[in-house]
Nanobody, 129 residues
């Protein structure tokens, strides 16, 4: 059974940090790109970051570039999103998703979330001002 399980969300003050985890099971990270999306109430889903292993590429949305870092631990089959210098506008439910064979070089074409094969259940991130 394929599963993606996010964790690490929570409440943090502006300027603080959080690290989200996306634990994958039922498939190998090497064969997939893993992406982080977020959705705030009343707003469209936004592709935040992406990492693909077989093609070794990453992507960051302009809104998070320089503040967020995506990484993976293949031994644990887990992808991380380190979020620093958080802002109130980063408040959203964060989801991880997997897409087989995707290169993150083209992730901007999928930043609305279409084309993903699997999704996690989401984790809430709230940044207070």
């Amino acid at each position: 059974e394929v599963k993606l399980v996010e964790s690490g969300g929570g409440l943090v003050q502006a300027g603080g940090s959080l690290r989200l985890s996306c634990a994958a099971s039922g498939f190998r990270l090497d064969d997939y790109a893993i992406a982080w999306f977020r959705q705030a109430p009343g707003k469209e889903r936004e592709g935040v970051s992406c990492i693909s292993h077989s093609i070794t590429s990453t992507y960051y949305a302009d809104s998070v570039k320089g503040r967020f870092t995506i990484s993976s631990d293949n031994a644990k089959n887990t992808v991380y999103l380190q979020m620093r210098r958080l802002k109130p506008e980063d408040t959203a439910v964060y989801y991880c998703a997997a897409a087989e064979g995707l290169s993150c070089d083209f992730f901007s074409e999928y930043a609305d979330g279409h084309g993903m094969d699997y999704w996690g259940q989401g984790t809430q991130v709230t940044v207070s001002s």
